[in-house]
């Protein structure tokens, strides 16, 4: 699976990474994206018991330990250290996407990897899926991750989904020593964790080159008086919510927009004809291929 060169339409960001290739947040899926060429990727922290920020959206094991022959968990990370974090096995098995969309619309209220990460629409019970794809992942620390990072010859731009709270003073200690601080994007759609990132920037200092965002969802008016007090490079909001008097509003307050993924091509159509910075989306592939047919002369 390879990107076009010639790509020019908005920025794709991997919504977890390309999920086609490895279970969201893992290196994998990371690589994947790398290797496809988008010029984004989206990932999620939580809190482990001993301080270390992890790359995860859920904040137990349940979901991506799920067909695992012998080692479910449901353990919470925030009571594990990162040793014992670092030893749960991730099957790929019936937790990566197909290349090909969804015979419906996926919109962000199912933006929590549906049911086909379970194997019900796959039509494959985990002891097939295990026996034609035995891999395992492993989550891995934010400080692995910005290493990683480091070393891409062209690092994507990085959106950083805060999951949970106390993460901002580790988190500012790995962001001043990262040599790539600059491809992060420092965002939440909680809004008392967006209130603990903009008030650590403002009291320990923004690493230079960090830039801060906020998943907003909806440009409300009461939204839009809120954000005027912010220090915002972007914002995230939802898919067929917002309209280009929306887009430009913000823009000329110094204020990218990104959409909230709307993998489908009504929105792809919609979303290349507004002046976006670029969409979060788990079908990368799917829209590329799209994008080479339909959606190349629109932008």
């Given at each position: 699976?390879?990107?076009?060169?010639?790509?020019?339409?908005?920025?794709?960001?991997?919504?977890?990474?390309?999920?086609?290739?490895?279970?969201?947040?893992?290196?994998?899926?990371?690589?994947?994206?790398?290797?496809?060429?988008?010029?984004?990727?989206?990932?999620?922290?939580?809190?482990?018991?001993?301080?270390?920020?992890?790359?995860?959206?859920?904040?137990?094991?349940?979901?991506?330990?799920?067909?695992?022959?012998?080692?479910?968990?449901?353990?919470?990370?925030?009571?594990?250290?990162?040793?014992?974090?670092?030893?749960?096995?991730?099957?790929?098995?019936?937790?990566?996407?197909?290349?090909?969309?969804?015979?419906?619309?996926?919109?962000?209220?199912?933006?929590?990897?549906?049911?086909?990460?379970?194997?019900?629409?796959?039509?494959?019970?985990?002891?097939?899926?295990?026996?034609?794809?035995?891999?395992?992942?492993?989550?891995?620390?934010?400080?692995?991750?910005?290493?990683?990072?480091?070393?891409?010859?062209?690092?994507?731009?990085?959106?950083?989904?805060?999951?949970?709270?106390?993460?901002?003073?580790?988190?500012?200690?790995?962001?001043?020593?990262?040599?790539?601080?600059?491809?992060?994007?420092?965002?939440?759609?909680?809004?008392?964790?967006?209130?603990?990132?903009?008030?650590?920037?403002?009291?320990?200092?923004?690493?230079?080159?960090?830039?801060?965002?906020?998943?907003?969802?909806?440009?409300?008016?009461?939204?839009?008086?809120?954000?005027?007090?912010m220090d915002l490079y972007?914002?995230?909001?939802?898919?067929?919510?917002?309209?280009?008097?929306?887009?430009?509003?913000?823009?000329?307050?110094?204020?990218?927009?990104?959409?909230?993924?709307?993998?489908?091509?009504?929105?792809?159509?919609?979303?290349?004809?507004?002046?976006?910075?670029?969409?979060?989306?788990?079908?990368a592939c799917a829209f590329?291929?799209?994008?080479?047919?339909?959606?190349a002369n629109r932008t």
């Amino acid at each position: 699976m390879n990107s076009p060169v010639s790509y020019c339409g908005p920025m794709r960001l991997a919504h977890r990474g390309l999920v086609q290739a490895a279970p969201e947040n893992t290196l994998g899926a990371f690589q994947g994206a790398v290797e496809f060429g988008c010029e984004g990727i989206e990932i999620d922290i939580q809190l482990s018991k001993d301080g270390e920020i992890i790359v995860a959206h859920d904040d137990n094991f349940t979901r991506m330990t799920l067909g695992h022959p012998t080692g479910f968990s449901n353990r919470h990370l925030r009571d594990m250290t990162w040793e014992e974090i670092s030893r749960i096995e991730l099957p790929y098995a019936n937790h990566t996407l197909p290349d090909e969309l969804p015979p419906y619309i996926e919109v962000e209220a199912m933006s929590m990897m549906p049911e086909r990460l379970m194997g019900q629409e796959m039509g494959r019970d985990y002891e097939t899926a295990l026996a034609q794809d035995g891999r395992m992942a492993h989550l891995m620390r934010f400080a692995d991750f910005d290493a990683w990072l480091a070393t891409q010859q062209q690092p994507p731009t990085v959106e950083v989904e805060v999951k949970a709270p106390g993460v901002m003073k580790r988190m500012l200690e790995i962001l001043d020593q990262s040599s790539v601080v600059d491809h992060y994007i420092l965002f939440s759609g909680v809004p008392a964790f967006n209130d603990e990132i903009q008030q650590a920037c403002r009291l320990q200092g923004k690493p230079e080159g960090l830039r801060l965002g906020a998943n907003i969802r909806f440009l409300t008016d009461e939204m839009k008086r809120q954000v005027e007090n912010m220090d915002l490079y972007e914002v995230g909001l939802n898919a067929e919510c917002f309209t280009q008097e929306d887009v430009l509003w913000l823009k000329a307050r110094g204020i990218q927009v990104l959409s909230n993924l709307g993998d489908y091509p009504l929105w792809w159509e919609q979303l290349c004809q507004m002046d976006v910075l670029g969409f979060k989306t788990n079908y990368a592939c799917a829209f590329t291929a799209w994008w080479q047919e339909h959606g190349a002369n629109r932008t």
